[in-house]
């Protein structure tokens, strides 16, 4: 086989590139995750949200450089093996698969309670085996459907704004911003909305398959971002003119809750099935990272060879696809979608972590060193600001994954001694 056939095909542009980010980052957080933040934060929803677009922006600077540097699938397990060593890596990838795994199974379940809350884990396996068949043909057929998830999404969101901030119920006197739930609050709130923002990293993780990488990956993470930043201000902004913080912390579908204190009853299917798109347009994207960090942490060893294999027509990780798509589905089966949320987070946010500290050694510059700083402090602080028993099943699974890692590198010395 001629080196260029164990490779991933690049066929992705700017374009394309920003709209994965998109599709992971506006999908279903944006209907259910202002309603959380809400709840823990009262009036300090705003700042939490920007501290959470903050401590984001660090991460996908930190991100961008990096895959500027070293253009291949894996995203911060690779940049973690390269800058800090192979155990960083690892723990890196380790986080990432574990983690999104979870988000994968809490995006399944998602889709399943509002198509059909009484059947919703069967809905949910058929979702994620209906999009790992997507993935399946090719990372183009991938980057079609969710351009065509994001543009839906995005109309659905544009009609919530306007329908909220035109109404007659619409009142600036419920954009209090303040401290009401002290600054705790406001640190876990920033930490739930995270989890909605962390989707820029599909674009590195897909690295192998963009089209000049040095100049396109830069590009594209901060343009996704300020457009999901931007999207999500709107939609807070929105949603609070006609519900004020107390009544969004307590609706369980916070924006149809919005449109119908707005007065228009009428759209409040049409954004249950927005929520259902964006459902699945964020279970696709992060299935295609999964798949891609798995491909990576194959190829070194940590998971068996075989999911290595690239098909020698789709040009993508099948292997790594199928079992990624089978695991997610039995989760999607078993697990709750609250707790998935929770572990998720600070998974994630541990990973993005690593990248931080990695960006940390590309540059001996103050000021290049400064925002990889913030962003690693960001991580660790909204991390631990999260509920108890999140950070407790995160460090826990962190700490099995870190000694799973000990005893084969104890087995690997012992058989070559």
């Known amino acids: 086989m001629r080196p260029s056939d164990t490779g991933l095909r690049r066929t992705l542009g700017v374009r394309d590139a920003v709209v994965v980010g998109l599709g992971s980052m506006i999908g279903a957080g944006v209907f259910s995750a202002l309603g959380p933040a809400a709840r823990v934060a009262g009036t300090g929803l705003l700042p939490g949200l920007a501290l959470a677009a903050l401590v984001a922006y660090c991460n996908a ?15 911060t397990y690779v940049y973690g093996r390269e800058r800090l ?40 396996v058929a979702a994620v085996g209906a999009l790992t068949a997507v993935n399946y ?24 704004v306007v329908s909220c901030l035109a109404s007659g119920q619409a009142g600036a006197g419920r954009l209090d911003i303040g401290l009401s739930s002290g600054a705790g609050g406001v640190l876990q709130a920033a930490g739930l909305l995270f989890f909605a923002f962390a989707g820029y990293a599909r ?32 939609v807070a902004v929105a949603a609070l003119t006609v519900l004020g913080a107390g009544r969004l912390g307590y609706a369980t579908a916070p924006l149809a809750e919005a449109v119908r204190a707005a007065g228009m ?38 998971l068996p060879r075989a999911l290595a294999a690239v098909h020698p027509r789709f040009r993508v990780p099948h ?32 990973y993005y972590a690593v990248a931080n500290a990695s960006a940390w050694t590309l540059s001996p510059a103050p000021l290049s060193r400064a925002v990889p700083v ?5 991580c660790a602080t909204l991390a631990f600001a999260l509920p108890a028993v999140s950070v ?6 962190l700490a099995a994954g870190a000694a799973a890692y000990g005893v084969r590198r104890w087995w690997a010395d012992r058989r070559e001694a």
């Open 319 to 350: 292997r790594a696809e199928l079992a990624v798509g089978a695991v997610v589905a039995m989760a999607a089966a078993t697990v709750d979608v609250r707790g998935a949320i929770g572990f998720s987070s600070f998974g994630v946010l541990a």
């Open 137 to 160: 043909g090719g990372i183009q057929k991938s980057a079609w459907l969710t351009r065509v998830i994001v543009a839906v999404v995005l109309a659905v969101l544009a009609t919530v």
């Open 85 to 124: 060593g192979a155990f960083w890596g690892y723990l890196a990838g380790w986080a990432f698969v574990v983690g999104k795994t979870a988000s994968c199974a809490a995006m399944a379940l998602t889709v399943g309670a509002y198509v059909w809350p009484g059947q919703a884990h069967a809905v949910a």
């Open 374 to 378: 913030v962003g690693l402090l960001g």
């Open 265 to 302: 009853p009428a759209l409040v299917p049409v954004v249950r099935a927005g929520a259902v798109v964006a459902a699945l347009g964020s279970l696709l994207a992060l299935v295609l990272g999964v798949s891609r960090t798995t491909l990576a942490m194959a190829r070194d060893g940590h």
């Open 203 to 234: 674009i590195a993780t897909l690295g192998e398959e963009v089209r000049d990488p040095a100049r396109t990956i830069p590009r594209a993470i901060p343009l996704a971002l300020g457009i999901a930043l931007v999207v999500y201000a709107c």
């Open 61 to 75: 600077m930190s991100s961008a450089r990096l895959a500027a540097r070293y253009p291949a699938s894996g995203g």
């Open 392 to 397: 407790a099943a995160g460090a826990g699974v």
